[in-house]
T-cell receptor, first 115, second 113 residues
Framework: DSGVTQTPKHLITATGQRVTLRCSPR?????VYWYQQSLDQGLQFLIQ???????AKGNILERFSAQQFPDLHSELNLSSLELGDSALYFC??????????????FGPGTRLTVL | DQQVKQNSPSLSVQEGRISILNCDYT??????FLWYKKYPAEGPTFLIS?????DKNEDGRFTVFLNKSAKHLSLHIVPSQPGDSAVYFC????????????FGKGTKLSVKP
């Protein structure tokens, strides 16, 4: 158990809908990262938050947004869903914002299926 | 354009033998590399890392080698055990003000008893 929790584990929805994925980081971790893993793809970085502020953006679509709350949990909002958004979404957390030896701990992921 | 590449989608090895997983990168600015291991229905877990100031880092049965001139790293597992069967991801640390990792597509290792 990494200490990072993600809910829900599975989500099935229809095209055009909006969903929210939730992540609680490890106790004491201030940084939260969101990654997307599509079929046969590596993990693609979406966005990073540090202590409530957006820190870095990766390949995140405009239809997607995220935020980190004062209690440090984070939510990833996906809207106007398309079939291609079906993927595993992982949240990871670390203590600091950009220290290379600061291990990122991953949650178990949320599997999103868009029908 | 993939900056971290794992060209072998799968690898099968006999128990007790050596497993060698390879990874190439294109960005010469990368200076810290990691390997993560992933079992089905779980998130990736950190395995081992290496800084570009080293060419080797060892942790028990796991050794990572870095060849900066070739922009190549490899993970050696000796001896391989059935419990090592998993998907292994190579990753590079983005650096600068960003803490994210850039991952390869992964190599699925199967260790047969």
């Amino acid at each position: 158990d990494s200490g990072v929790t993600q809910t829900p584990k599975h989500l099935i929805t229809a095209t055009g809908q909006r969903v929210t994925l939730r992540c609680s980081p490890r106790s004491g971790d201030l940084s939260v990262y969101w990654y997307q893993q599509s079929l046969d793809q590596g993990l693609q970085f979406l966005i990073q938050y540090y202590n409530g502020e957006e820190r870095a953006k990766g390949n995140i679509l405009e239809r997607f947004s995220a935020q980190q709350f004062p209690d440090l949990h984070s939510e990833l909002n996906l809207s106007s869903l398309e079939l291609g958004d079906s993927a595993l979404y992982f949240c990871a957390s670390s203590v600091e914002a950009s220290r290379r030896d600061d291990t990122q701990y991953f949650g178990p992921g949320t599997r999103l299926t868009v029908l | 354009d993939q900056q971290v590449k794992q060209n072998s989608p799968s690898l099968s090895v006999q128990e007790g033998r050596i497993s060698i997983l390879n990874c190439d990168y294109t960005n010469s600015m990368f200076d810290y590399f990691l390997w993560y291991k992933k079992y089905p229905a779980e998130g990736p877990t950190f395995l081992i890392s290496i800084s570009s100031i080293k060419d080797k880092n060892e942790d028990g049965r796991f050794t990572v080698f870095l060849n900066k001139s070739a922009k190549h790293l490899s993970l050696h597992i000796v001896p391989s055990q059935p419990g090592d069967s998993a998907v292994y991801f190579c990753a590079a640390f983005q650096g600068g003000s960003q803490g994210n990792l850039i991952f390869g597509k992964g190599t699925k290792l199967s260790v047969k008893p």
